[in-house]
Structure formats: C-alpha cells, structure tokens
C-alpha cells in the first residue's frame, strides 16, 4: 500500500484520537491541505478510518484532479447526492467536521438524510494540526517570501513623487507573478500620506508625493502556500515625528521578535510590541494584533494578539508585524514572516526595513 | 431621514415578505452587497425590521468603514459577543441567515447564546435579489468588463511561440492592474496545447510553441464586480481538427446567445449550446455548464447548466462559455458576459473572437 500523504495523516490522528468514522472536509483550503489539489468550490475530502484518503470533484476537474492530488479522487455528478452517499457508503456514523468552515446548509443536509450520524466539531483540532508546518510546507512559504521579496524590490524602486498607489501594487504584483506567485493571496496594500492611517487601505489612484509615507503591504502564492510582508518607505524627507514613529514600530518588531520561542503564550509576544509602543507614547495608534499565523490561509492560528491563548509550538510560521496609525496624517507597519523554534526563532523574510529618512 | 442604500433596501423587502424581525449577514459578498464595503473575514451586517441596517467591523477597519459604508458602520472588540449582544438588543426573535454563506458554527452559537431565536433560511431569497442587477451593479460589471478586454488585448499581444503561460498572464494582469482593476476574482488562466484540455488549468511555467492553441480566461473586479472572459488563441497555424473544435464552441456559443431572453429557462440556452456541439460530434468533450451568472462573486446564480432550473430576468448578467477539451490534445473555450433584456440580451464585451487559424 502507498504510504498515506503527510498532510492527510495527520487528518487521521484525529480521526483516530477522537475516535470518529471519518471527517469529512468541504472547505477549498481543509481540502487543499488534505490533497494538495487547488480546487474552486464545490470539492470535498472524506478522511475514513477504515479506507483511504477520498478526493470528490466535479467532472470538468477531473483530469487535473488526477495529476495534481495525492489522494485518490472521484468525480461526482451531484455534490450533495455525492456527499450523502459516500458517508452513507462507508457507513460513517460519528463524523468530524470542521464547523468553522462548513457552510450551515451542509450540516442542515446530512441532519435530514443520514439523521443517525453523530456530528463532532473538529474546527480547533484541524486549526491545531494546520498551525505547526511539516518541511514541505516550510520550504512553499519561504519561496513564497522570497518572491514576495521580489515584488517589495520592484516597489522600493518605483515609489518616486508624481506615481500613483495604483502603478507600484501593479508593478509589484507583476513583478511576483512572473517570478512564479500563482496569485496575490490577498489585495496588495500601497497607501501614502493619510491613506497609511488605514491599516487595511484599498489602493487607489492617488499620487505619490514627496514627504509622505508609503506602506506596502503584499504576499505570493507558492504551490498553495502563501507570505505577508509589508515595509514602508520614505518619500524624501519626512516629518521628525514620522520618524519617531517609525523607530517606535522597529523597536517594538524587535521587541516582539526577541520573545518569540517555543512554549511561550502568543499573547506574552503581542504584550512586547505594545509595551514598547507605549513607551514611546503609541499604544492608543496600535489598532491590530501583532501578528498571526500563514499558511494556505493569510490568517491562520495562532493569533499573536492581547486575547490570544495559544502557545506557540516549534515550526509555526507567524506575521510580526506592529504599527502605529494616526488617523488624517499617517501610519506606519512592519511585517516579517517569522519561523518559531526551540530556542527562539528563524526570520525568514530578510528585505532592508530602514526605508524611512 | 437618509435614503436606504438601494441594494440594503432589497435585503430589507426579504426581511418584510417573510415578516422576519432582522436578517443577519456574516460573510463577505453579503455584507459587500448591503454595505459597500470591501471588507475581510470577522465583519457582520444586520437589516432589521425597525432600525436603519447596521455594519459591525474591528477596530482596525472603523475609519475605512466609515468612508467606504452605504449603512451606519458600529466596531466591536469581539465578534461574537457583539452579534450575539446586537440580536438580544434590538429583540431580533426571527432570524434570517443565509445558510449557504454562514459557517455552522455561528448558528451554533446563535442556538445556544439565545435559543429562543427561530431561525429561517433565506439563501435562496438573497441569491435571488443578487441575481437581477441594477444601474449601478452593471455599470461596475461594464467597466469590469471593458478592463478585462485590455488584458486579453495584451494576452493576445504577448502569446507567440517560445513565450511562457506565466508571462502571458503576468502581463495581461499587470495590464487590468494598472486600469483600475482591483483583484483578479480568479486565478487567470493561460493554457497551451494539452493544457487546455484541462477547463481549471493552473497557469504554469510551460513554453507556448508553434501550432498550439492557448486558452485565455480572465477576468477584472472594479467597485467590488467582477468579470469573466474567455478567448481561445492560436499560434501560427493549427490542424484542421483544432480549427472545426473552434467552429463548433463559436456556433454553439452564438446558437446559446440567441436564445437568451427574459422569461426562458436557462436550460434552454444550456440545450441550444450543447446541440450544437453534438452536431458537430463534439457533445461528450464539452464537460461543464454553458455559463453562471456573475456579480460580486465570479459564480453566482443562475446556473446555465442541463439541470439548471432558473428562469432568465431582465437584468441577470450570465456567462456564455462553451467548451470543448480532448485530452492530451488541445481545448477550445470561448466566453462573452451577456446582460439579460426583456425581448433578447446585449453582449457586454465586445472583445474578437477569430482568433484561430
């Protein structure tokens, strides 16, 4: 028999360790970490205790499915004819799901049609396992970092007064995407003056201008898997307080960066970037967590942030990344992806952060 | 008082006709389509029966919100305290929720927090609305439209022999960049020879040679709407087969369009398509849904499949798609966006279509 993918194994130590059928998975990034097969909606994974590893799609995805999954696949005609039928096939009686990403109206379908099956939530156990990432899926993430890189480089060197917000994200993104991203994961920030006071700021065409701040925030895809970076940048000179501001989120990245190991509380790591924020008299401009984790999602557990309860764990891969935002003046951010250890940490982005004179 | 913001207003008609107390809106292109507001995972909306529709986002989105909202825009500190807090404040006791966009988690913990909430499934009714666009919707569908014509005007530039897949859609999307669009709603396609046999190819690092067709799928968003178009490409010349595969897609194509009207079952424009495609023996090869509607999301209702059961309205804007895909051979796909009239339709790009020979 072949030996069972990785990824997919570790999906069975909970079938095994909570002592279910099967679970049963229907999300795009559960059954892509399942499988390895990128798919659009309308896919799903059986993991059964007793069979191997199923992979369901419809007919037009068939032949990719085929080259591209490590699990075997099935297509279907109907998804919830499908769905219904195999568990009823395999005679699954306590299944696992993943409540947090199963849409209502599929755990409302297996209620009527197999009314004896006993539903557990797997959310927490799944978010678990998909935290700490196995070689493979440190080595996509890195590549994804170091195109990500790419496209900061093209930034840095286009950001000039007179350009717009618009031309660096398009020239940023291209220039990940032929260097191999397979899509920006999510919508790359570049905002200047005010604009950097949102955290989340939507591109737009507004013109660059000499003395304003630029935040470039943006990440690549690489085989699934995913980076975030984000720098700011100087336009010429800017203002002495810009300046403080910009000191105040290094200093409190490093802060944060230097409690980062294993067995310590996510939420002891966000405390660092807020105590130094605070000592610099930002803590009410530091809006956001201070981090999260990536993988085949841009947010991913653990959450690095005040509420927090996880722990981190050796071969996490989390976001460090403060900021402090003024709102009608300006904002700055700093994100590095950053590997947890044993001992401490691996950064694993390395672009130049001192961008701000 | 102010006007209710026109798509909000429609939500709100559901919220009446059922005699509901709110609807309760936690995903995305929901919360988009009753608020404007281009937001991430963790925002939530309400319509209520007697208060004006309310947005709650985090802290880190607040001023965004406030600028970008068609609603009153409220932050919360935590997600589901605040929704469970907002259905007990405002003495929601009939829920509506869209099943199909809501995680069970969150009726889970709506059923548990306050189990006297009886709640109703308005997927259907919300898909419904969402399918019929108004002035405002297609004009941003337009202009989606006419940026993704500028990046099949650069694909078809760019496509010669000894060109990569990557770089024909690194350029074509910098292309629909740098106009305006703000995400590619889907990976981009560029598939050449074999490649395109498969519908969902994933762009790779493969050489386009000489006597290969490449099938371009794209599409732009701008102001939260997408679009979606197809051109199949040839370079140099190609076997005879390949150019009656393109003949047969380009008639069942103009045999769909022309039956496109108000009123009919888009089953029907599905049947004229693959008619077609049996006719010119190529029935079996053509392995998915003549098109599906498009909007904020690239696949909304209504379906134009065999099994499809949605009547066509004035005002739906669907996809015209046929295929035909040999395996191992080649693929041909071509499609137009196609607004639904009262008496015909109007083809909403205008991008040729002669592209093989």
Redesign the interface.
Known sequence: MQEMFQRALKIMDIVLSKDLDCILLVDVSNVFYVSDF?G??GIFALIPKEHDPLLFV????Y??AKE?SKIHVEQYTNFSAALIESLRNMKCKKVG?C??????????TIKTKLPNIELT?V?ENIANVRMVKDTDELERIVEAIRIAEKGLEEALNTVIDGISE??V???A??SM??S?S???P??TIVASGPNA???????S?KIVRKGEVVIVDLGATFKGYVSDLTRTISVGKVDGKVKDMFQAVLEAQKAAIRAIKAGIKASDVDKEARKTLEEYGYKEYF??NTGHGIGINV?ELPIVGEKSKNILKQGMVITVEPGVYI?GYAGIRIEDDVLVTKTGCRILSRFKKDLVD
């Open positions: 990128r659009y909606e419809p007919k037009l995805e032949e990719r591209e799901l409540y947090k990403r199963t849409p209502h109206t599929i755990v409302n939530d959310s618009l031309n994200a398009a020239k993104e291209y995407r032929i191999g397979e899509k920006t999510f919508p006071a949102l955290p989340h700021a939507v591109t065409s809006i956001h947010h709102k």
